[in-house]
T-cell receptor, first 113, second 113 residues
Framework: GENVEQHPSTLSVQEGDSAVIKCTYS??????FPWYKQELGKGPQLIID?????GEKKDQRIAVTLNKTAKHFSLHITETQPEDSAVYFC????????????FGSGTQLTVLP | DVKVTQSSRYLVKRTGEKVFLECVQD?????MFWYRQDPGLGLRLIYF???????EKGDIPEGYSVSREKKERFSLILESASTNQTSMYLC????????????FGPGTRLTVT
């Protein structure tokens, strides 16, 4: 089945700096790659997603890039703010079972004031 | 707004007890999911359901069962709780459309002593 690896597991940045989280996937047939943000005491919430026919997608301070050849995708957060502090999960959809997502292990992002 | 509610935020049970975790969604979603979240392991799929009375095993179904008697409700059952089932349990729902956002509940922190 699909395997998703996520790095780093923890990331600390100064407020205003950029943060980058990287994920690799194993199933070349995966075609959907969402990113979820989990704030303390809450369930994960979708923040951005990208499909395999697109190389990059941006939404205000958040962007995601996808390299299908290398089978990796990344989340970029610019001008970080304290409210960006959370756990971020990448995910990939398994081929043949579009209802399922395989999640990465998560990244704890801390934005220092 | 989509709302996914879980019956308990915190639960403490003894080894061998039968445990029921309930999840209700109010958006008439066809798909519902149960995940387990452990530090360093991300979210792992236990079971999912794409219709009433239908269920499919996820990646880690051993020791768990599920029930979906009504479209809005999806229950996770631990027939005989064990200490290695101490974890955060997250329920999610999504529409039937392929590769669509999953909406998560706030989670149930289960401790088995």
């Amino acid at each position: 089945g699909e395997n998703v690896e996520q790095h780093p597991s923890t990331l600390s940045v100064q407020e205003g700096d950029s943060a980058v989280i990287k994920c690799t996937y194993s199933d070349s047939a995966s075609n959907y790659f969402p990113w979820y943000k989990q704030e303390l005491g809450k369930g994960p919430q979708l923040i951005i997603d990208i499909r395999s026919n697109v190389g990059e997608k941006k939404d205000q301070r958040i962007a995601v890039t996808l390299n299908k050849t290398a089978k990796h995708f990344s989340l970029h957060i610019t001008e970080t703010q304290p409210e960006d502090s959370a756990v971020y999960f990448c995910a990939a959809s398994m081929s043949g079972s579009a209802r399922q997502l395989t999640f990465g292990s998560g990244t704890q992002l801390t934005v220092l004031p | 707004d989509v709302k996914v509610t879980q019956s308990s935020r915190y639960l403490v049970k003894r080894t061998g007890e039968k445990v029921f975790l309930e999840c209700v969604q109010d958006m008439d979603h066809e798909n519902m999911f149960w995940y387990r979240q452990d530090p360093g392991l991300g979210l792992r799929l236990i079971y999912f359901s794409y219709d009433v009375k239908m269920k499919e095993k996820g990646d880690i179904p051993e020791g768990y069962s599920v029930s979906r008697e009504k479209k809005e409700r999806f229950s996770l059952i631990l027939e005989s709780a064990s200490t290695n089932q101490t974890s955060m349990y997250l329920c999610a729902s999504s529409p039937v459309r392929v590769n669509y956002e999953q909406y998560f509940g706030p989670g149930t922190r289960l401790t088995v002593t």
